[in-house]
C-alpha cells in the first residue's frame, strides 16, 4: 500500500520523490489514508529528519535533495508506529462498506 503511494508522487522517470512530497505523503500516513491500520508515532519534524538523513544530496542536475523508494522503505522500518484505536477503524469500515 505505501508503495503505490510513493509512485504516485514520482511524476519522473527518477524514481524518485521531493522533500515537499515526503510531507505531504507523511500528512497522508498520519490520517491512514492507505488503511494500514497504524500510524506514524513520530513528529512532522522528526519525519523531515529523517528525510534530510536518507535522501540524496543535492547535485549539479538537481537542486534539492530527492528521496528513493528504497530509502522510503528505510525510512518506513525506522519510524515508530502505532496502532488505530479499534474504534476508529471500525467507524472507517462503516463509512466505507456500509
Avoid at 512530497?21 to 500516513?29: A, I, Q, S, T, V
Amino acid at each position: 500500500m505505501l508503495f503505490p503511494m510513493f509512485e504516485s508522487y514520482d511524476t519522473s522517470s527518477e524514481k524518485q520523490i521531493t522533500l515537499e512530497n515526503f510531507n505531504d505523503m507523511f500528512g497522508r500516513l498520519l490520517k491512514d489514508e492507505v488503511m494500514l491500520g497504524k500510524v506514524p508515532d513520530i513528529t512532522a519534524d522528526q519525519a523531515s529528519e529523517l528525510f534530510t538523513i536518507f535522501a540524496d544530496k543535492p547535485s549539479e542536475e538537481s537542486e534539492e535533495a530527492k528521496l528513493t523508494r528504497m530509502s522510503f522503505e528505510e525510512i518506513c522500518f525506522e519510524m515508530n508506529w502505532k496502532r488505530i484505536e479499534k474504534q476508529e477503524i471500525d467507524e472507517l469500515i462503516n463509512k466505507l462498506y456500509k
